[in-house]
């Protein structure tokens, strides 16, 4: 198979990239290399896998690279894009022309090639929005819903809250439409808080994988709003288990979307994410504190039954587990970030 990942020297792209080659697929990574840590991880995947094939282009500006690329793969994985709620607040210009734009040139090309992919897209919890109506708990250490016991399903209505929110809410939305219009096999991962190795965390985006930056570095940390805020968090190698699943079963998951993240069984809040991370620290954490930031849901926890139900996903790294590794692979790799 001829597998394209656009965006595939950012985190995610890495690591989806690195379990492709080694099952021996054609894999092209396409990526502007603008991001701290991409150009890292490129390094090392051509030096691990030096049959990797790699084209530099940008999907705001490279769209007939994107044409004769699209054009000549089976399956493709739209993982680029402006990541961090606070960076579309501070400049919505360049979060729209990054998630909205770059988003469309994609499944334009993609439309217009002589066999269109099956085309994966990186979505958002973001696009529920701050959730103000929904009713929560405070417990000593996190938040809890009131009601829905399994977490946020597919059926919530959507809320645009924040730049990043609508830029990347008008993707989602777009990558579903492209199906039912067009017929394109595009299907739709809203994520929830992915982590693991390779990940170069910083204070506005991938939280998990900053804390242990920052203190493994020495590096100030803010706490911002009160610290029970709980998220469902995903290992990388489980959500790289849900593509492959969802590719396997594309008849059943084409113009699909699907809501993708650890689900209720693995949640953390930040409270309790730094009192493990001092079990693993042997030491007490530092931090100050800050107030909350635009869009920052007290809770949030995705409802998985239908990725399960669908092409029988579930994940199976538990938070313990995976913050483990995490924490084990910076601290033996910390000369990669001490530009950072």
Same mark, same amino acid.
């Given at each position: ?25 054609? @894999? #092209?990574?396409?990526?502007? %290399? /603008?991001? +701290?840590?991409?150009? &890292? ?5 051509? !030096?691990? =896998? ?55 040139? @994609? #499944?334009?090309?993609?439309? %217009? /090639?002589? +066999?269109?992919?099956? &085309? ?5 919890? !973001?696009? =529920? ?62 994520? /929830? ?148």
């Amino acid at each position: 198979m001829k597998r394209l990942i656009i965006g595939g020297a950012g985190f995610i792209g890495i690591n989806l990239a690195e379990y492709l080659l080694t099952k021996g697929e054609d @894999v #092209l990574i396409f990526d502007n %290399l /603008s991001r +701290k840590g991409t150009s &890292l991880n490129f390094a090392w995947i051509k !030096k691990t =896998y030096p049959q990797v094939k790699f084209v530099k282009g940008d999907i705001r500006t490279d769209y007939k690279k994107l044409v004769a690329l699209l054009g000549k793969v089976d399956v493709a994985y739209h993982l680029a894009g402006q990541v961090a709620v606070t960076n579309s607040v501070a400049d919505p210009r360049y979060d729209f022309e990054n998630n909205a734009i770059g988003s469309f040139n @994609v #499944l334009e090309a993609a439309r %217009l /090639s002589d +066999k269109p992919p099956i &085309l994966f897209y990186s979505s958002t919890n !973001k696009v =529920y929005g701050a959730m103000e109506d929904v009713k929560t708990v405070k417990k000593k250490t996190r938040y809890e819903f009131k009601k829905f016991p399994n977490g946020i399903s597919e059926k919530r209505l959507l809320d645009f809250h924040s730049p990043y929110g609508c830029s990347k809410g008008m993707a989602d939305q777009y990558f579903r439409d492209y199906a039912r219009i067009y017929g394109l096999k595009t299907v739709v991962f809203r994520q /929830s808080c992915i982590y693991g190795k390779r990940q170069f965390g910083i204070e506005d985006q991938g939280w998990i994988a900053w804390f242990i930056i920052a203190i493994l570095l020495n590096k100030p940390i803010t706490m911002y709003g009160n610290g029970k805020q709980v998220r469902d968090i995903l290992f990388i190698t489980d959500l790289i288990q849900a593509y492959e699943l969802a590719e396997k079963n594309i008849k059943k998951t084409s113009g699909q979307i699907y809501n993708i993240g650890g689900g209720k069984k693995f949640t953390l809040s930040l409270l309790e994410t730094f009192a493990y991370l001092e079990k693993l620290y042997s030491k007490k954490i530092n931090y100050k504190t800050s107030d909350w930031r635009p869009g920052d849901q007290p809770i949030y926890v995705s409802d998985i039954s239908k990725a399960k139900e669908d092409f029988g996903w579930s994940p199976k790294i538990s938070p313990e587990k995976g913050v483990k590794f995490l924490f084990d692979w910076v601290k033996q790799n910390k000369e990669l970030f001490k530009n950072f």
